[in-house]
């Protein structure tokens, strides 16, 4: 189906997913940018990695660890998978489970090259470095939250519409989650913060990236 022929909605969605996630990707380009130039940013990553956190009880601790795994793909992959499974056995389609798969690939092979091909030293190692076989450097946890978590989210609105699975509130749910992953990361010092906004600007464009190609498809059996 040639783009004239989309539904005009339809296509109106592909169509500003497509800025989106081109937008998104420039805002991953300028923090890389700000990274490999050396700008203040990395000074700023430094203040940040020196503040002195305080002690904390061995149940915030696990709090912490366990927020911090909400962006492990070991565990979101499994997860974004057998929702897919259920919605697409419930509406007998393959497209959520093809969207999920597209989307961890997409994950591992952009992030994961990016990380081998800066090599960014961990904030642990009390030094900043690029092309040192590090793997900092994009937050595999930040854009893992992001691109997993927002895709169910999305897949759960797309074929329920209707509440308590409204759109906004998804949204929202999804944003609570990514930054509370975000600062679990700092409090751990697992990440540098430019990192961190690498990895969130660069899951928002591969999730949006991915919706784009969904809209660009339509399909009888989901319901918008």
């Given at each position: 189906?040639?783009?004239?022929q989309?539904?005009?909605?339809?296509?109106a969605?592909?169509?500003?997913?497509?800025?989106?996630?081109?937008?998104?990707?420039?805002?991953?380009?300028?923090?890389t940018?700000?990274?490999l130039?050396?700008?203040?940013?990395?000074?700023?990553?430094q203040?940040?990695?020196?503040?002195?956190?305080?002690?904390?009880?061995?149940?915030l601790?696990?709090t912490?660890?366990?927020?911090?795994?909400?962006g492990?793909r070991g565990?979101?992959?499994?997860i974004?998978?057998?929702?897919?499974?259920?919605?697409?056995?419930r509406?007998?389609?393959w497209?959520?489970?093809?969207?999920s798969i597209?989307?961890?690939?997409?994950?591992?092979?952009?992030?994961?090259a990016?990380?081998i091909?800066?090599g960014?030293?961990?904030?642990?190692?009390?030094i900043d470095e690029?092309?040192?076989?590090?793997?900092?450097?994009p937050?595999?946890h930040?854009?893992?939250a992001?691109?997993?978590?927002g895709?169910?989210?999305?897949?759960?609105?797309?074929?329920?519409?209707?509440?308590?699975?409204?759109?906004?509130r998804?949204?929202?749910?999804?944003?609570?989650?990514?930054?509370?992953?975000?600062?679990?990361?700092?409090?751990?010092?697992t990440?540098w913060v430019?990192?961190?906004l690498?990895?969130?600007?660069?899951?928002?464009?591969l999730?949006?990236?991915v919706i784009a190609?969904?809209?660009?498809w339509?399909?009888?059996?989901?319901?918008?």
């Amino acid at each position: 189906m040639s783009l004239e022929q989309l539904p005009s909605r339809r296509r109106a969605e592909m169509i500003h997913a497509i800025k989106l996630s081109a937008l998104l990707f420039f805002g991953y380009l300028a923090v890389t940018l700000s990274v490999l130039l050396d700008t203040p940013f990395r000074t700023f990553d430094q203040w940040v990695h020196r503040i002195d956190m305080p002690d904390y009880p061995w149940i915030l601790e696990f709090t912490v660890r366990r927020i911090d795994d909400l962006g492990l793909r070991g565990l979101t992959a499994p997860i974004l998978i057998i929702v897919a499974i259920v919605i697409g056995r419930r509406f007998q389609s393959w497209r959520p489970f093809n969207l999920s798969i597209l989307a961890i690939l997409l994950l591992n092979l952009v992030v994961g090259a990016s990380k081998i091909g800066f090599g960014r030293t961990k904030p642990r190692l009390k030094i900043d470095e690029l092309f040192a076989d590090g793997m900092s450097y994009p937050s595999g946890h930040s854009s893992n939250a992001l691109l997993t978590w927002g895709l169910l989210a999305y897949l759960v609105y797309r074929y329920t519409h209707r509440e308590p699975f409204e759109g906004l509130r998804l949204t929202w749910g999804v944003v609570i989650i990514s930054l509370s992953v975000c600062a679990a990361s700092i409090l751990r010092d697992t990440h540098w913060v430019s990192d961190l906004l690498g990895g969130l600007f660069v899951g928002g464009a591969l999730l949006v990236f991915v919706i784009a190609i969904d809209r660009a498809w339509p399909s009888k059996k989901q319901p918008s």
